[in-house]
């Protein structure tokens, strides 16, 4: 008995191996639900990850039931069976650019508002960013150029070069702020940490808060060209690394160290920028008069600065490419001729392909067993990988510029490519005319324990915690009258 239990002890197990154990004598039995074996069943599927195997007295009826709700999640994004919302900010006007993470949702607007949802709560929390410590001044604000969120931090970069950081553990009100002379053309901020990495000009510059807490200039850059992408290595600790894709040079940036040139091949511009915590994954355009120099994506090694494979050789330019969040060993890219290829970078080959959008892909991402694509025509697709088969789509006006999802929920942006409207004025308070030029922002939900307010409409989750609200330009009193 001692030497059968510690061989299903030293072996990996699945909980279909132990029920089948189970079945074979009253012993084995006993020895199959011992609650050691299915402590480490669950810890090996990622259930509870950070318990301890006293904390739950049954461990088999935990991986029962966090199996079935598993299986849930699955047929609930097949079907489409779940809350969607709409997450709307009528005094923004025109959407400019979206980002989230966790859950958390953060938008910026032409009327210079940075506002954020919080989709974990069932009336969605939306605070509106303070864009400094005093009154803003009066008379238009600048455009919002780029957002960004993670665990700790929002930035927000603006058309005038002003770059403003908020904590979100302290309130609305901004920790830092930082001027750049020029326009600013990418905008980076790592999932973890709190380094901001901006590029303006020919300038690339990372800042973040020194040992005291107090920010400063982490590293700054003089490139010969203008940067087009910028990402911050993830999983980095010490001094911050971040690549930059400038027209056709990429170049690898660490603090402390002079910029590397990571690729160059001259009049071939990069299309399309991702990142790992060790590789970078980026489109590079071919000559179009020559029949070997076709679009490829290049993935190299950031620590050798090698590069390891080449996918693709397509007419098509790549239009967006996803590394950080795919499956190991595994890349997904939407191309210009309508399509989205999964790639396999072991074999350097496409194991799908996918004809997705009539105007080329946008945004893209994938699990290990799902895509989800977005398009310039508006258009949301999922797909299951496996079947090469689209499960379900959704449309809006404007192109797909966002797209996130986990387990159980999915966020998406329709981002309009015009922010001043032809008929609406930057002063005009009738926003309700134009509300088709404004762009839209989704927030779906699947999980089943989560659908309580299920798809109830964004005004009637108001809180009451607002005095008075935008009335739609009609008589509206409810929920929106003074308190």
Same mark, same amino acid.
């Given at each position: ?9 030293? $072996? ?106 919080? $989709? ?12 400094m ?11 919002v150029?780029?957002?960004?969120i ?26 830092h ?9 990418a ?68 603090a ?14 990069v ?16 000559f ?77 991402q ?10 310039e ?24 510029r ?9 966020? $998406? ?13 930057i ?54 009258d003074?308190?």
């Open positions: 008995r001692g030497d059968n239990h510690n061989t299903m002890r030293s $072996t990996q197990t699945t909980g279909t191996e132990l029920g089948r154990c189970a079945q074979v004598s009253r012993t084995w039995k006993v020895l199959a639900e011992d609650q050691v074996l299915w402590y480490r069943l669950c810890q090996q599927e990622g259930y509870l990850p950070d318990t301890n195997i006293s904390d739950c007295p049954c461990w088999k009826l935990v991986f029962q039931d966090c199996r079935g709700k598993e299986q849930t999640l699955r047929i609930n994004w097949k079907n489409r069976i779940g809350a969607v919302s709409q997450l709307q900010y009528e005094l923004g006007k025109v959407l400019c650019d979206v980002h989230s993470c966790d859950g958390v949702v953060i938008a910026g607007y032409t009327s210079g508002d940075v506002k954020l949802w919080d $989709t974990r709560t069932w009336n969605y929390t939306a605070p509106v960013l303070e864009p410590h005093g009154a803003a001044e009066p008379g238009p604000q600048p455009h150029s780029f957002v960004r993670n665990s700790s931090l929002a930035v927000a970069a603006y058309e005038d070069g002003a770059v403003i950081v908020w904590s979100l553990l302290t309130g609305r009100d901004p920790i702020r930082y001027q750049h002379n020029q326009r600013i053309q905008l980076a901020l790592g999932l973890e940490g709190t380094t901001v990495a901006t590029a303006s000009g020919f300038e690339v510059k990372m800042e973040g808060p020194n040992d005291k807490g107090y920010w400063e200039t982490a590293a700054q850059f003089e490139i010969q060209k203008l940067v087009n992408f910028l990402c911050l290595v993830p999983d980095v600790f010490g001094c911050p690394v971040a690549v930059a894709a400038a027209e056709d040079v990429v170049y690898l940036l660490k402390g160290d002079q910029g590397r040139v990571l690729h160059s091949v001259y009049g071939q511009p299309t399309c920028l991702d990142i790992s915590a060790s590789e970078a994954a980026f489109g590079v355009k071919g179009g008069w020559l029949v070997n120099e076709t679009n490829k994506i290049l993935l190299y090694n950031l620590e050798t600065k090698q590069c390891l494979t080449e996918l693709g050789s397509l007419l098509g330019d790549f239009t967006c490419v996803n590394i950080q969040d795919s499956p190991p060993a595994m890349l997904v890219a939407g191309n210009r001729d309508r399509r989205v290829r999964v790639y396999d970078l072991r074999k350097s080959k496409s194991l799908c392909s996918l004809y997705a959008h009539q105007l080329g892909v946008s945004a893209v994938m699990d290990d067993w799902k895509i989800v694509s977005g398009g025509e508006g258009l949301i697709c999922v797909w299951d990988q496996r079947m090469g088969t689209k499960l379900w789509e959704m449309h809006a006006r404007h192109p797909v966002h797209i996130r999802f986990n387990t159980h929920s999915l966020i $998406t942006a329709n981002i309009p490519d015009e922010k001043s409207p032809r008929g609406a004025s002063m005009d308070d009738d926003l309700t005319a134009h509300r088709r030029h404004r762009g839209i922002i989704y927030a779906y939900e699947f999980s089943v324990d989560q659908l309580a307010p299920e798809s109830i409409i964004p005004i009637c989750r108001s809180s009451y915690n607002e005095v008075t609200g935008y009335n739609y330009n009609i008589g509206l009193a409810v929920p929106y003074n308190v």
